[in-house]
């Protein structure tokens, strides 16, 4: 039976490397030119959306999203969910029709083809650099001064062992939320490490429930909040996540 079901997922894992880069490869032309121009970046994002449901219908994946707030469109917001799989990234693109860009990591933009698609319309930083970061972070208000959006795994990684069910966070994202004087919202993402873990031989398709949390406003807040605020929001996915596991 373990045999049987492991070749399933052999198989069902590599279908997903298959279905993401096939498509990226055949909608190649078109995103080169979507991205060769900043300005263009909203017709980017609706390709991305599209491109991100298709890849979770493919899948076997049904996002399923509860929201205690609505996103409004044409609003700028800072987006704050739990990072624990490679699909958070296709699940946040799916479920906001509002643009925003990642903050991710700079390795991911050494992946052949995919790399060079997400580093012309990611921001890209080293943690571990604080030039990157400072460089990272005024790209970020860049962007935000555009009129979009800014999503950032606060966490920065996936955590390193299955047992950690949320990870220590960053300063990035409090710190725009409140220069910015802009809504923070924090998400939970409560089945990406069960559906599509990165330990190979496990995962199935199925339900990808998320919560949009009632957001958490920062006008008249200062620099000096920042962890009051990155506490909140720590607390508020912690919690979820912690009821849900029991």
Same mark, same amino acid.
């Given at each position: ?20 880069? $096939?498509? !990226?490869?055949?909608?190649?032309? !078109? ?7 900043? /300005? ?21 994946? /049904? ?9 409004l ?11 624990t @799989?490679?699909?958070? !990234? #296709?699940? #946040?693109?799916? !479920? ?5 860009v ?27 650099? $604080? ?31 299955? @047992? ?12 725009l939320?409140?220069?910015f ?7 939970t ?15 199935n ?15 008249d ?6 962890? /009051? ?18």
């Amino acid at each position: 039976m373990n045999l049987f079901k492991n070749i399933f997922i052999l198989f069902w894992r590599l279908w997903f490397y298959f279905i993401v880069f $096939t498509t !990226i490869i055949i909608a190649l032309p !078109i995103l080169v030119i979507v991205i060769s121009k900043e /300005s263009r970046y909203p017709a980017f994002y609706k390709i991305a959306h599209i491109w991100a449901k298709v890849i979770l219908f493919m899948m076997g994946f /049904s996002p399923k999203v509860f929201a205690e707030e609505e996103i409004l469109p044409d609003k700028s917001y800072v987006f704050c969910p739990n990072h624990t @799989s490679i699909i958070d !990234i #296709m699940l #946040m693109l799916s !479920i906001s029709k509002n643009p925003f860009v990642f903050l991710g990591k700079k390795e991911l933009a050494n992946i052949p083809i995919f790399g060079y698609v997400y580093k012309r319309t990611c921001i890209l930083v080293d943690r571990n650099n $604080t030039k990157s970061k400072n460089s990272a972070f005024y790209e970020a208000k860049k962007r935000l001064n555009n009129g979009l959006s800014i999503c950032i795994f606060p966490e920065g990684k996936v955590p390193d062992h299955e @047992s950690i069910v949320l990870d220590y966070f960053h300063n990035g994202a409090f710190r725009l939320a409140i220069e910015f004087q802009i809504p923070l919202v924090p998400l939970t993402f409560y089945d990406c490490k069960k559906r599509f873990p990165f330990t190979f031989f496990k995962g199935n398709p199925g339900e990808l429930r998320v919560k949009i949390h009632r957001f958490l406003q920062t006008k008249d807040l200062t620099l000096k909040d920042r962890n /009051s605020l990155k506490n909140n929001t720590y607390n508020i996915i912690y919690k979820e996540l912690k009821t849900d596991q029991n």
